[in-house]
C-alpha cells in the first residue's frame, strides 16, 4: 500500500488528469492515476463519443496507456477523482468516485500481471472525502490472467 505521501500524490495527479476529460455529455469529469513501482505516476481521463456507449472511463485510459508502455506489471496503487467542474474547472461534488465494474475488471489485468492486490483510492470532487480499499475488495473472484495459466 502506498503511503499517506504517496496516496496525496496519487489523488493530486487524478485531479489534475480530470481536466483534461472530454465529457461534454454528461459533464461528469473524471481523473486516474497509477502509481508505479519506480515512483513514477501514469494518468488518465475520460473520453466520451456521440455514440454514448463508446465512453472509455478516466481507468481504461491510464491503464490502456500503462499497457502500451509495457509496464502493467509495475503498478501498485491507483486514485480516482471526479465531480462536476464549476465556472472556474474546480470539480464539485462530495461523494468518493468509485471504479465501475469494467474499470475494476481493467485495473485487476494490471494487478495480477504486478501480482500485488493493489490499493484503490476513491476520492470526491470537491476533495472533502476518500475511501480506499484494495482492488480485491471491490472485485472479488476475480477472473484475470491467472484463470488462463498467464501469472
Ligand atoms: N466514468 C469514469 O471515467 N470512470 C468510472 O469508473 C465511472 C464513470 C465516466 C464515464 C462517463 O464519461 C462519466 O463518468 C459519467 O458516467
Not at 48 to 54: D, M, Q, T, W
Not at 101 to 120: F, S
Amino acid at each position: 500500500m502506498a503511503d499517506s505521501d504517496d496516496t496525496h500524490r496519487l489523488i493530486a495527479a487524478a485531479r489534475a488528469a480530470a481536466a483534461q476529460a472530454y465529457a461534454p455529455y454528461s459533464g461528469f469529469h473524471v481523473g486516474a492515476a497509477l502509481l508505479l513501482d519506480d515512483g513514477s505516476l501514469v494518468t488518465g481521463a475520460n473520453v466520451e463519443n456521440a455514440s454514448y456507449g463508446l465512453t472509455l472511463c478516466a481507468e481504461t485510459v491510464a491503464v490502456a496507456k500503462l499497457a502500451n508502455m509495457g509496464a502493467l506489471a509495475q503498478v501498485r496503487a491507483v486514485a480516482i477523482v471526479g465531480g462536476r467542474p464549476d465556472q472556474d474547472g474546480t470539480l464539485i461534488g462530495g461523494d468518493p468516485v468509485h471504479p465501475c465494474g469494467r474499470c475494476r475488471q481493467m485495473l485487476n489485468e494490471a494487478a495480477e500481471r504486478a501480482g500485488v492486490d493493489i490499493a484503490v483510492h476513491c476520492a470526491s470532487g470537491d476533495g472533502g472525502a476518500m475511501a480506499s480499499y484494495l482492488l480485491s475488495a471491490l472485485l472479488p473472484h476475480s477472473f484475470g490472467p491467472k484463470d488462463l495459466g498467464l501469472v
